[in-house]
């Protein structure tokens, strides 16, 4: 089976921001592959189903950002995937807004989502797929940053389309593997 998650915060007041790209992008999987993402089981909202005759499993942590290891943690131990076959899908402030990056492993970087997972799970030998919401502006504070909501109808059609573009490397991962994955994912966007 193979699991990707998509780290976030839960609650209406998050949807849409910038640190919920991983929530984004499952919902759009979720659409794109039918596969209803409404259980709730080991502190995250799962979604089980069949994408290109292989079973996938879409996860969207309910722990809250800092805490998304829990949910990680307590999926891997009890379905205990190949490693990979684990993806985690994340914003990264490091990235112009749209931007996607994939990578077959890494550290946590400044990421606390993926510190409180790398922490819990002892491994960081996992899939990483980090979608850009660019830098915070001068006089902003970070969390500030993370947690707004994008400021222009460009800002968010260029998010739009990242995570579209980020289901198409998702699925190509499931398909293909992650070196294939990678070319989808890291090649320039149109215009670039």
Known sequence: MHIVIGL????REYARTRHNVGFDVIDVLS???????????MHG????????????????????????????????????PEMDHL??????????LGKLRL???????????MRSVIGLLGRQDFARLRVGVGKKPE?????????SHYQTAEERQTQFDAFLRAADTVVDWMNNG???AMRVANAPKEGQ
């Open 8 to 11: 976030g915060n839960p609650g």
């Open 31 to 41: 659409e794109k592959l039918s596969i209803p993402v409404t259980r709730l089981a």
């Open 45 to 80: 909202q799962i979604g089980e189903g069949f994408a290109g005759g292989k079973k996938l499993m879409l996860v969207k942590p309910q722990t809250f950002m800092n805490l998304s290891g829990q949910c990680v943690t307590e999926i891997v131990s009890f379905y205990k």
């Open 87 to 96: 993806l985690l899908v994340y914003d990264d402030i490091d990235l112009p």
């Open 103 to 113: 990578r077959a492993s890494g550290s946590a970087g400044t990421h606390n989502g």
């Open 139 to 147: 006089g902003w504070e970070l969390a500030d940053w993370v947690l």
């Open 178 to 180: 992650v070196e294939s």
